[in-house]
């Protein structure tokens, strides 16, 4: 029977994220959070979630939050308040074009470091399992990053954004962004797996989520279930419960109806 991870991303992110995901979590909606060490409500996040049970997951980002490295590290990613200077377009510049680009991946194994350590404090017998804020840790040119955490810490689980070629209903403009956004991924996704075979780190065998991110519609992930339902492995189905649409769909009739019906197996 598929073991079914339903993981919240952006734990910790905002006031939003970190109650809404709460609920999913006191309902049983949910199974899985994704910390965001560095998000502006990390703090009361990690601590109400000493409280509850759920696969955690460290959320590495470079953008939307405070750094946790020492500023005197990782000076090309910050600005002089402390937080991140980069959005995914100029992060992919700087980590592929620029002249510091080799120091600048330093800096972000640095950084990664710090995020990972920051969750270990708080949680300190959890598999370490990541996973990246817009997916940043599945950028190719990252892989050597990727490695030398996997040569530092024991890591278990890092997510792989392979989206299947699924149908959907959606305006054309907003279509076509979300097929784009799905080829992409799966194609940084195949780039990491290659680490993960290396060196055994698990991964999941199907992952939805990549073409409709925040605004996962249930006709969607009913027929994808669906067609899951007699499979094996583990299914990764990620949610970000901070935005409405996502949030309303996790605590709809309809939803609780499909994950009960199809009586999944819990992920961890």
């Not at 377009?89 to 330093?106: C, T, V």
């Not at 955490?149 to 954004?161: C, H």
């Not at 009913?222 to 970000?240: F, Q």
């Not at 769909?249 to 019906?261: A, K, P, Q």
């Amino acid at each position: 029977m598929l073991k079914l991870l339903l993981n919240a991303d952006d734990y910790g992110f905002s006031t939003i994220s970190t109650d809404n995901i709460n609920r999913c979590l006191d309902e049983g909606l949910i199974n899985g959070v994704s910390i965001m060490a560095g998000g502006a409500d990390i703090e009361r996040a990690v601590e109400s979630l000493k409280n509850r049970k759920a696969a955690i997951t460290i959320h590495l980002h470079l953008f939307d939050g405070h750094c946790l490295a020492d500023k005197r590290f990782i000076p090309d990613l910050i600005n002089s308040d402390e937080k991140f200077k980069f959005n995914l377009l100029s992060l992919w510049y700087a980590l592929n074009m620029s002249s510091k680009r080799e120091k600048i991946k330093e800096q972000v194994f640095v950084e990664f470091c710090s995020q990972i350590d920051f969750v270990l404090k708080h949680f300190p017998n959890i598999p370490i399992r990541i996973d990246g804020h817009q997916h940043i840790h599945c950028m190719p040119v990252l892989k050597s990053v990727i490695k030398k955490l996997i040569g530092k810490y024991k890591i278990s689980y890092i997510r792989t954004p392979i989206e299947n070629d699924y149908p959907f209903k959606a305006p054309f403009i907003k279509k076509s962004k979300s097929l784009l956004r799905r080829y992409l991924l799966k194609k940084w996704g195949f780039s990491i797996k290659s680490i993960l075979d290396k060196y055994n780190v698990a991964t999941a065998d199907y992952f939805i989520g990549s073409a409709l991110s925040t605004d996962m519609k249930f006709d969607y992930l009913s027929a994808i279930l669906n067609k899951l339902s007699d499979k094996s492995g583990l299914a990764e189905i990620m949610l970000h419960p901070g935005y409405e649409n996502d949030f309303n769909l996790i605590l709809s009739r309809s939803f609780r109806n499909l994950i009960d019906d199809n009586k999944f197996i819990g992920a961890f």
